[in-house]
């Protein structure tokens, strides 16, 4: 669920595209498999974005002068280094929670459970 805040930033206001990335692991010996689940030894060996993994998940098209929002959820058991090839990310929110120093990054690290926009 997602919640709108009752007065938008400018930054808020700025955004033409939104985005949702949730990621989630699984364990391959499992995936065709109904009713059987794994263990807390299994080693996850997959992951996906979405509910679909390559090469069956669908690219973010933007244009030129688009401000796409994008929101990283950790769905599964482990981290995920996210990476946008050729653009920085403005990390602006972790957890439901504005940053009170927003900050640029190449490479964020999504944990589980974690929420970062």
């Known amino acids: 669920m997602i919640v709108d805040p009752k007065n938008p930033s400018a930054l808020e206001k700025e ?4 985005a949702i990335l949730m990621m989630s692991t699984w ?10 689940g794994g263990n807390p030894q299994d080693v996850s060996d997959y992951f996906s974005v979405n509910a679909r993994s390559f090469p069956f998940t669908q690219p973010i098209r933007v244009k030129k002068g688009d401000v796409l929002r994008m929101r990283f959820i950790g769905a599964g058991d482990e981290t995920h280094q996210m990476h ?6 403005l990390i602006t929110h972790k957890d439901g929670y504005p940053l ?3 900050y640029y990054v190449d ?3 999504v944990g589980p459970g974690n929420v970062m926009t």
Not at 15 to 18: A, E, I, Q, R
Not at 27 to 36: D, E, I, W
Not at 84 to 89: E, K, N, V, W, Y
């Open 107 to 109: 490479t964020v690290p």
């Open 15 to 18: 955004v033409t595209l939104d």
């Open 27 to 36: 364990q391959s010996p499992y995936a065709n498999v109904y009713g059987k």
């Open 100 to 102: 009170a120093s927003p």
């Open 84 to 89: 946008m090839h050729g653009h920085d990310m």
